[in-house]
């Protein structure tokens, strides 16, 4: 009997595989320098590497489905960003894609230009934590499939998020099929995946959230009132990109919240599909901050839903009455 979606899974393990590895590399190559500089160049090369290795790969499998990814290739085809292309194309290479040119390069990274919504496309989010992976903290690459608005393939890889089991291996490939669990497999060896899960606790005293590094992007105001009213005293664990609901999916961490900063705002699908699926499958429940389901039908902006709430479960309930209290933001 074939498992349902085998070779989508397949096919993002592998893929998602290949862009942690290049984005590892690009990394390393960070100096203080470039980050005083606020040079952006490395992440812009790593973002962009990325997502044409991922969609070469998707592309080459499944011709026909759409993906929409953060980037394209707009400014890359400027004639004064040619050195920049240039340095894609030796990643590529590199990376053993024997083939890749600047024009298959750009070719590559706008098959991830989809907007709309369609019964299957897939979500991508090439680096994810772009502030994180300059401070050489955490990121994350993130590829999801995505069958009549409902998530039913999650691949988060986190190059620099240890291994559950083993914290001396860094680097971890994190997987959901819906249905089926979530797992966590090295990044970097040949190991069987083990089942990841979320606590059990319903006690918010016991109990640990995390959010964004950037108070730009999560309100940590808010969430300091918040985790005070439902008594929690443990320090927040503050971790940039979806990494965050690997940390909840594994059982690290009970709660992510992800509080609006401002009005109007509205969350962009590839920095959450992969990750609500390993937590859903991890055990966990993920909403908006009114207790709503996330809505993956609308294109690439979640625009019916104001924030991210993600727990254990048990920890969910209360958590959204406290923030209807709040009135954290208005629409
Ligand atoms: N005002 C805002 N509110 C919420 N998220 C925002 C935001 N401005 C940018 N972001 C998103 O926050 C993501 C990073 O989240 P985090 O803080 O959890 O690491 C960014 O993804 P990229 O880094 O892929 O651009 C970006 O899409
Ligand atoms: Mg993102
Ligand atoms: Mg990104
Ligand atoms: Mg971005």
Redesign the pocket.
Known sequence: MTIPLQRELEVALSAVKQASLICRSVQATISDDVLEKKDKSPVTIADYSSQAVICRALNAAFSEDPIIG?EDAGELIQAENRDFLEKIVTELLSAGISEASTEKACHWIDQGGAKEYSHRFWTL?P??????FLRKEQYAISLSLIVDGKIVVGVLGCPNLPFPTDESMKGTLYYAVAGQGAFAIPLDQEQPAIPIHVTKTSDYSQSRFCE???S???SHSHSKQTADKLGIQKEPRRL??QA?YAVVAQGEADIYMRLP??AG?R??IW?HAAGVLLVEEAGGKVTDIHGKPLEFNQGYELINNQGVIVTNGPLHPALIEILDELTINPE
């Open positions: 953060e989010d680096i994810d934590g772009t502030k994180g964004s590094v950037e730009g992007h999560s940039d990109s965050k900063t401002r705002y969350e962009k920095d």
